[in-house]
């Protein structure tokens, strides 16, 4: 357990266990609460700032996390019907996410199998991906359809040029994969058990609104400031207001945690206050005061909620490397819990552009000259305080998974409620 995260990994309960956990949150967060306590890591940790800047250290990241441990690609709703399909890149590698006519989700390596051009860009929906250099074709799971002039070309075998695979799964709503087409693991195995505490959003069935991407720098200054409430009153004064709490609880689930604020926010009453309710709701009430706060799905992901006008939304933002070690993508979408009307749709557009410039205009470009500064070389050390527990939870885990080796990550990665 880190130090200043309350509620890590609790072992699994009789009954629905991954409830009895969200529950077992709930109440630690009222008896502080009622007691006016708060947790805080037992001292301050200092990271090298080589960590954000060094080629050799992101090199070791792209290969033992970002090839090794399942990341979110998309929400399930964003390729909800056969062939529809988006294409991203992540750490410099491509990627095709397409839905098939039989509803199964592939992850594929977003280059045709002949001279390696991309198949697809954007995204839309297609019955097949046909390769705008030569004309090969391919279908919604990747195998090679048609060679153009066949003939001409000469014998080629089919099965083994189909396009890359990569292990994939959908739990949550979300669409997870291992981006090592070689992995000898289920991506399903290795998601710790975060799938099933956000089961309760029911995010398959939700709507897709909006979504941009926004460039950063390292992947890890990018997200670090999702993992802290600590400057929220200081940098977002102007946006989000100078009596925001600094404050935050952290609950861990393996690598993944949660980011809670220790009182309601401003204005009116949202379905998910547990502080208004007051109390741990019963089994047969709605369970969203369980799920507040910002959940973080390692190694790169947030969801947040929020009600514009009164509809529930959510915001899931994911934070990507670059090629390079200084480059970074955050890509925020918005979903919707139902579909929108019109007036409700231009409302959670409207909050997303907000939320976009909180990100854009305040977050990254601190982050971005924190970069420039760590590659002077002339700071020596960044600390994480005792009140940031959840970056202190975040760089120990990176540390771990890196040395981890590749048998280890199933026992490290194990979901308690299996």
């Known amino acids: ?27 630690a967060l009222l008896e502080h609460t009622a007691a006016q306590t708060f947790p805080l890591a037992d001292e301050v940790m200092r990271l090298d700032p080589a960590h954000y800047t060094s080629p050799e250290r992101f090199a070791r990241e792209k290969a033992r996390i970002f090839q090794r441990v399942p990341l979110v690609l998309a929400a399930s709703c964003e390729v909800p019907g056969p062939g529809d ?13 397409v839905r098939d006519r039989h509803g199964a989700v592939h992850a594929l390596l977003n280059s045709c199998t002949h001279r390696g051009v991309a198949v697809a860009s954007g995204c839309g929906a297609a019955a097949r991906f046909t390769c705008p250099y030569h004309g090969w074709t391919f279908a919604q799971d990747g195998a090679l359809l048609g060679v153009a002039s066949a003939t001409d070309f ?4 089919k099965a083994a040029l189909a396009m890359k695979r990569f292990p994939v799964t959908e739990r949550a709503g979300l669409v997870w994969a291992i981006l090592d087409p070689a992995s000898p693991h289920d991506p399903a195995d290795l998601l710790g058990g975060i799938d099933s505490l956000i089961s309760g959003f029911g995010l398959a069935g939700w709507t897709h609104v909006s979504s941009r991407t926004l460039h950063g720098p390292n992947w890890k200054l990018a997200f670090d400031a999702h993992l802290e409430f600590y400057h929220v009153p200081v940098l977002h004064r102007e946006t989000f207001g100078p009596d925001r709490s600094n404050r935050a609880f952290y609950f861990s689930q393996g690598p993944h945690q949660r980011v809670i604020a220790p009182q309601s926010r401003p204005g009116a009453v949202s379905r998910d206050d547990l502080y208004a309710l007051g109390r741990v709701p019963t089994a047969g009430e709605p369970a969203d005061p369980l799920l507040m706060g910002e959940w973080i799905l390692f190694p790169g992901v947030s969801i947040n909620t929020f009600y514009p006008g009164g509809h529930r939304g959510v915001l899931l933002s994911i934070v990507v490397p670059g090629a390079e070690v200084g480059t970074s993508t955050t890509t925020q979408t918005f979903l919707a819990e139902t ?27 601190t982050s971005a000259f924190q970069q420039h500064v760590f590659g002077t070389g002339l700071v020596d050390e960044v600390r994480f305080g005792r009140n940031e527990g959840g970056l202190q939870h975040f760089h120990r885990w990176l540390d771990r998974l890196i040395e981890a080796e590749q048998d280890e990550l199933p026992a490290l990665l194990a979901s308690p409620f299996a």
Not at 341 to 359: S, Y
């Open 1 to 27: 357990m880190t130090p200043g995260v309350i509620g890590a990994a609790p072992p699994p309960l009789p009954g629905d266990p991954a409830r009895a956990v969200l529950e077992q949150h709930a109440e």
């Open 85 to 97: 399909f988006k294409t991203l890149e992540v750490a410099g590698i491509p990627i095709l996410l």
């Open 154 to 157: 000469g014998a080629v075998d």
């Open 339 to 365: 579909p929108p009307d019109a007036d409700t749709r231009k409302a959670m557009e409207d909050l997303g552009g907000f939320l976009a410039h909180v990100v854009g205009d305040e977050d990254l470009p």
